[in-house]
């Protein structure tokens, strides 16, 4: 070989050396960085030695940090009883730990993005780790953790010192990014397993005199793996705990008309709870499919749906006989029947082809006023229900009438007080000209001739569009109410014919209950945008809110959250479009945020919720800026606003999507204009894949459940033929061309060019998983960034618990990966997408 050959091997070969020297320091793990300080508690009265060998040891351990975990980081100082010994937290360095004896030690972890590591854990015997609640095993180099950016809480049970070596912490990244903070103040910010696990009140009942309250409590204990229910009821005279005991959670509670018994509905068992002694008795065992039910008003009975599953004659195939015959429970029969208290004997009411619904029974208990769905498709919205009265004990009916559009109804003094949209045939509660089709979402309220051929609205002139109802025994009414953002509650004076909003005390009405005293006592549970639930008494006379329970001080002690502020704007065509928005815990109007975009368009405003589905607080956590609006086509802003939601499909609501961003951004220098994100979910999914065809503003995206395709929809969606009733009404694929494939997202996926996430349940039966899938395969044959993710078993909701948050983990790993150029949690949730 020549010196020039030889030149020629070597100079590779000495070049793939120096890559290899360079990308192998280059990978080399960052320093770690020692954790100086932790909250002690030390010398428990505990045997060390009988602690180490018992064999109950791991439970010894997750019971402490259960009761820990309840309570939060406590503060240096801070003084605790155990078996009667006083004993106090202290801040100490690591190295000055006791030699001996069981001591616990506490910190947080904060980081600002998705890092990995572990905690080194030298010179202590015997440690048990836990990572908010949960037990983490050693590894090699310590206990590796995976942090999503947040708070995150280490406890760590041992028994003093190891020998000789120095007790000693500390963090060891896997890359240079992988940092954390460690402190020990209790502050921190909201988590994802917190907004699932906080206490909340699920239902409530107040006896007749308004005196008691019944309460049921849900909420969840990860480091015991136990979820936490309880029931008690409140002598609100007295501001004392009457009674209180663990079950499951109770599907209803009710008092009894004289306020002897509170009826409790578990599983598919009614008890009746006695009020003077707590004795309990079981009225109903094991009555499968029980379904709603209410007292008679002369307390001697209970009214109750009872479904009876339908069962097929064959399972080798399935007629459909009906497009109803696609929901699961279609062909359930549901009927009604009465229960006597004394006797315990139940004697069927109705017996009838089609499912009857109670809707109501008369104050005189003579009368009960009951619906059927009935199969007709000749008008939209493509459905019909027949209301008619039933007599007791004769049990003769009267028909009342036939609606196509039907929300509710209760007995009037004169007739019957009935909840339908707008465009009712029998009434006259559209406000909209010709040019406008109304939206029958935007629910109003009618009076009912006894005749049922006619209907008087009252709410003509309203705004908000109502939902449940509820009538006082003077016959005026408390109606839940979507008033823009909030859910409002209103009393309406029947003879004045007047509305008058009450003051709740919240933005958003979760339920309402209210006494049957001459002066009503109304308890209602709902909450802020920015607070935790709340339970408030009102005084109807006064319009003031009392405050009966406030879930913050438990469990959302010491967190912080971010500021929330309202921002609207007015659109090029004359329409204030309401909106708000949401800042980090740790916000500084110096720096610039990615942001995120929210919205629905589905016709519903996005409430103000505390949480939900889609939490915002918690996103506004992980360092984004969050703006929500309610564009055009939205109920609570007036009909004429609704009315722009029918067939319309995107053409208003995108339109305002766009200016709500851009001119949000313009307005707030925070904000980085290159670093946006949009997301939407069902017809907000919809709208996410249409916007994408329409503009580049947004650097990412992210569709749950989006209708790529209004056919397909409209004719697989298990309710797609009756929402476009609605939304498209007169409108279908062999008539309106331009609607069901114009404003159809897939059919313009040629102009997608930002990268878009695709989620949906496998078993979504509203939405069905294949509208995602058409615009999946779109995407990936035009080559485009697309991602598609589904949830085994989920339906338009993901509802299972640790499923809900991987899905959480998506949206925001996807949003971290393109909005703060971080695709280290996508990579660690997607490992096979890491090029």
């Not at 609100?236 to 018994?261: I, K």
């Amino acid at each position: 070989m020549s010196n020039r050959q030889a030149l020629t091997w070597v100079a590779p070969v000495m070049f793939v050396c120096l890559a290899l020297i360079q990308s192998a320091s280059a990978d080399e793990a960052p320093e770690a960085h020692a954790i100086e300080t932790v909250l002690a508690l030390e010398a428990l009265p505990v045997a060390s030695e009988l602690f180490k060998e018992s064999a109950k040891r791991d439970q010894l351990a997750r019971a402490l940090v259960m009761q820990l975990e309840s309570r939060g980081l406590p503060r240096a100082g801070e003084q605790v009883s155990v078996f009667g010994q006083s004993l106090t937290w202290q801040e100490r360095a690591p190295v000055d730990a006791a030699d001996n004896g069981l001591a616990l030690w506490a910190l947080n972890l904060e980081t600002d993005r998705f890092v990995r590591g572990h905690v080194k854990v030298d010179g202590l015997q015997d440690v048990s780790f836990y990572h908010d609640g949960k037990a983490v095993t050693a590894g090699s180099d310590g206990y590796e953790l995976a942090l999503a950016a947040g708070s995150h809480r280490i406890w760590l049970i041992h028994r003093g010192r190891n020998g000789d070596n120095a007790p000693d912490l500390r963090w060891q990244g896997r890359a240079e990014h992988d940092r954390v903070t460690a402190h020990t103040r209790p502050e921190r910010r909201v988590t994802a397993r917190l907004l699932t696990n906080a206490e909340t009140v699920g239902q409530m009942a107040i006896s007749p005199d308004g005196r008691y309250l019944a309460l049921s409590f849900s909420g969840r204990s990860d480091a015991a793996d136990q979820d936490l229910r309880r029931t008690e009821i409140r002598d609100l005279r007295e501001d004392t705990v009457l009674r209180q005991w663990t079950s499951a959670p109770p599907r209803a509670l009710a008092w009894s008309p004289d306020g002897r018994f509170l009826a409790v509905q578990e599983g598919d068992n009614l008890w009746l709870h006695r009020k003077r002694d707590g004795q309990a008795r079981l009225l109903l065992a094991n009555h499968e499919q029980v379904g709603s039910w209410r007292w008679h008003p002369d307390g001697g009975s209970i009214v109750f749906a009872w479904i009876e599953p339908y069962k097929s004659d064959n399972d080798k195939r399935r007629r459909l006989r009906s497009l109803e015959d696609r929901w699961a429970t279609f062909r359930d029969n549901s009927q009604i029947f009465q229960v006597d208290v004394a006797s315990g004997l139940i004697r069927p009411l109705t017996a009838k082809d089609a499912s009857v619904s109670l809707q109501d029974i008369h104050p005189d208990g003579k009368r009960l006023l009951l619906s059927e769905r009935l199969i007709d498709y000749a008008e939209p919205p493509h459905s019909l229900f027949r209301l008619f009265e039933l007599s007791l004990p004769d049990l003769e009916e009267r028909e009342v009438g036939q609606f196509r559009l039907f929300n509710g109804a209760l007995f009037a003094d004169q007739g019957y007080w009935l909840l339908a949209g707008p465009g009712l045939a029998q009434g006259d509660g559209a406000t909209t000209d010709d040019e406008y089709t109304p939206n029958e979402y935007d629910t109003q309220l009618y009076r009912l001739a006894a005749d049922g051929n006619s209907a008087s609205s009252v709410s003509r002139d309203f705004e908000p569009a109502f939902g449940a109802m509820h009538r006082l025994p003077d016959g005026d009414l408390l109606l839940s109410a979507v008033a823009g953002e909030e859910v409002i509650l209103v009393r309406f004076e029947t003879h004045r014919e007047r509305f008058t909003r009450l003051d709740t005390g919240l933005e958003l009405m979760e339920q309402f209950v209210a006494s049957e005293g001459r002066r009503p006592v109304v308890v209602v549970r709902g909450t802020w945008a920015g607070t935790p639930q709340r339970v408030h008494r009102l005084d109807l006379q006064r319009n003031r809110p009392e405050l009966l329970h406030d879930t913050a001080p438990g469990s959302y002690a010491n967190v912080r959250f971010g500021q929330i502020e309202p921002w609207s704007f007015t659109n090029t065509d004359g329409d204030e479009i309401e909106g708000r928005y949401y800042l980090p815990p740790d916000f500084d109007p110096d720096q610039r945020y990615p942001l995120i975009v929210y919205y629905y368009g589905g016709t519903t405003p996005v409430s103000r919720q505390f949480t939900g589905r889609y939490p915002f607080n918690l996103w506004a956590a992980k360092g984004y800026v969050v703006y929500v609006l309610q564009p055009r086509g939205t109920i609570g802003y007036g009909q004429r606003f609704s009315a722009l939601h029918v067939n319309a499909w995107g053409k208003y609501t995108a339109d305002d999507i766009i200016e709500g961003t851009e001119k949000f951004v313009a307005a707030h220098d925070f904000v980085d204009p290159e670093r946006i994100g949009n997301i939407g979910a069902s017809y907000g999914g919809f709208m996410t894949m249409h916007l994408a065809t329409l503009t580049d503003i947004y650097a990412a995206s992210i569709s749950h459940a989006g209708i790529s395709a209004l056919t397909s929809y409209w004719g697989q969606g298990w309710w797609g033929y009756g929402y476009s009733g609605i939304a498209s009404r007169g409108s279908f694929p062999w008539n309106n061309e331009e609607l069901y494939v114009g404003q159809s997202p897939v059919y313009s996926a040629d102009q997608i060019t930002t990268p878009l996430l695709l989620v949906t349940g496998d078993s979504d039966t509203n939405v069905p998983p294949g509208e995602s899938h058409n615009m999946f395969t779109a995407l990936k044959l035009l080559g485009r960034e697309v991602e598609l993710v589904e949830f085994p078993g989920e339906d338009h909701w993901i509802l299972d618990r640790e499923q809900r948050y991987i899905w959480w983990d998506t949206m925001l790993a996807w949003f971290d990966k393109h909005l703060k150029d971080q695709p280290q949690w996508w990579h660690h949730l997607y490992p096979e997408t890491k090029e």
